[in-house]
């Protein structure tokens, strides 16, 4: 507090708002916080309800009892909430190492001033990010011509490089990495390949953390790819996100064992209405504990990305 | 002007590194635009010729696909739809954003500005299901937060999936509440970068708080305004599928008030396997979609050609 104190200028501590105006300011805040993270509180809690309190009062705020139910049931079908997790890890994993090399190498090669090809790059980059060929086409391409369709492929690559991602990598490349570095590197011998992954990788962390951020968690939260591209008899291939959306359709999904095959659930011990909301917890809970951490990489990027091609 | 040179050893290796990513762009960007021309064609595969034999080798449509496309009432809806709700988008979001970014950067304590931004971030990085899953805690007819409570109070519990007066409201409610935090941030860095020397002359000459926002803050924030505004306009035939497809659960009765473009072309690609009438509308969105980003770049440049995008 005393650091803050003194590192606050004069003038903005004369400019400051008056203190009502700062309660009332504060108080819209906190009221606009809460509604952020009040609907997560409120599926956790949905997905610590027991049956019968939702039977009884609905979803609410205050059950009438808890239960760990839902929990214990997915930990029981672990083998196919297990998969569908290892599909969204394994994805995101491989998805942001692929997505990042793609992106930086693009990157790279863009932020070189005397590259001859650059210019024709440059704009072979930027026409995407104005005219597409739309869903139709992409999805028979990549279907009927790439035949991405049930595999692993079909849930990285379609979304694995953007133009936007090229050019902040590229920015930040042309203004903190001092051209003399890579001049003298290559008259040292060092090929570009040598000088991109020895020398300009190691002191780029810091785009490459957000780029990587701004892939894993598009990765993690993606589920139109699998929408579109993993059928039904390929449920193995399933992340967590569209076992979300396809569990709408069939809890049969999860309940493999015959005696909570019954469609209607109430009689049976399916506890199916706080699952639903145990596994949203299960996809929202890496993201809601890590994303306060990664901000600053966030931000960074949205302000480099500002800066116009 | 650089001088005309020969391909060097340099540039060899250059283009060796982006020959993958050029690859990509290839594959999932240039052959899908080739593609539109499915829109003009009764496409259907052919076995044994693959996606561009398929493609050149089915009957030739003209504008038929476009003609029957719009004599089904889906067309006016969905593209009614899109350019509304983007239109609010746009306004009430720039708005709003804008307006919050300026209170919250006023704020006096510090823990307050990092927590209540850090809270509103939150939003941002959930997916639509989970949003879907959100909203669905509270308006399920069943056991949602909302019918319950009404039924409690005595009220008639509403079949909120099944009403279609109230989606106009509820998807601009959650579309403010997903994006209001992205956006502020974006604001936020810029309002953080206006030089504070200026403020101080400001102050110097007796002005106001207000006076200071409107003569110093808000001309400082407008390129970048004026370059989401653009960014915006350009995707004005685009809509954010997972909002309108997941977040109404896919509700029929909601159809009229939910139905976007991009809803259209999913389900008449993968549902009613129209590809024809799927195409066509895609097309119409991409070329509109164009002319928009141009036309709305031109205008911001011929005002002021510092804050155009390219």
Known sequence: ?309 | MRVKRRFNKDDFELTFLAVPTAIWFLAFCYVPMFGIIIAFKHYRPIPGNGFIGSLLKSKFAGIDNFKFLFMTPDAWIMFRNTILYNVVFILLGTFVTVALALMISQLRSKMMRKWTQTSMFLPHFLSWVVVSYFVFAFLSSENGLISNMLEHSGGDSIQWYMTPKYWPYILVIVYLWKSIGYGMVVYLASIAGIDESLYEAAIIDGATKWQQVKYITLPMLQPIILILFILSVGRIFSSDFGLFYQVPRNSGPLVDVTQTIDVYVYKALTGLNNIGFASAAGVLQSVLGLIFILAANWIVKRMNSENSLF
């Open chain 1, 1 to 309: 507090m005393q650091l803050n104190r003194r590192e606050m200028s004069a003038t903005e501590r004369f400019n400051r708002i008056s203190v009502p105006t700062n309660i009332i300011f504060s108080a819209v805040f906190i009221l606009l916080a809460l509604i952020s993270v009040i609907p997560l509180i409120f599926v956790g809690i949905i997905s610590l309800t027991s049956n019968e309190s939702i039977e009884k009062l609905g979803y609410s705020f205050f059950p009438s009892q808890w239960s760990f139910d839902a929990y214990s049931y997915l930990w029981h079908e672990r083998s196919s909430i297990g998969t569908a997790t290892f599909v969204s890890v394994f994805v995101t994993v491989v998805g942001t190492i692929v997505g990042l090399f793609l992106n930086a190498t693009m990157g790279y090669v863009l932020s070189r001033p005397t590259y001859k090809l650059k210019k024709f790059f440059t704009i072979f980059i930027f026409i995407p990010m104005l005219f597409n060929g739309g869903l139709v086409s992409s999805y028979l391409v990549n279907t009927q011509m790439l035949k991405l369709s049930n595999t692993y492929w079909a849930l990285i690559l379609p979304i694995a490089v953007s133009s936007f991602y090229v050019i902040i990598i590229r920015t930040f490349f042309q203004t903190t990495i001092p051209d003399s570095i890579i001049e003298s590197a290559k008259i040292d011998g060092a090929s570009q390949m040598r000088i991109f992954f020895s020398i300009v990788l190691p002191i780029s962390l810091p785009v490459l953390a957000t780029i990587g951020l701004f892939l894993s968690f598009g990765y993690w939260n993606d589920w139109f790819s699998a929408m579109l591209y993993i059928q039904s008899s390929h449920q193995e291939l399933y992340p967590l996100q569209y076992v979300l959306i396809s569990i709408e359709k069939n809890m049969e999904f999860l309940s493999r064992s015959a005696q909570y095959m019954s469609p209607d659930s109430s009689g049976s011990k399916l506890p199916s209405e706080s699952m639903r909301m145990a596994i949203v917890m299960l996809v929202v809970i890496p993201i809601a504990l890590s994303y306060p951490f990664f901000q600053k990489y966030f931000i960074s990027g949205l302000t480099i990305g500002a800066v116009k091609g």
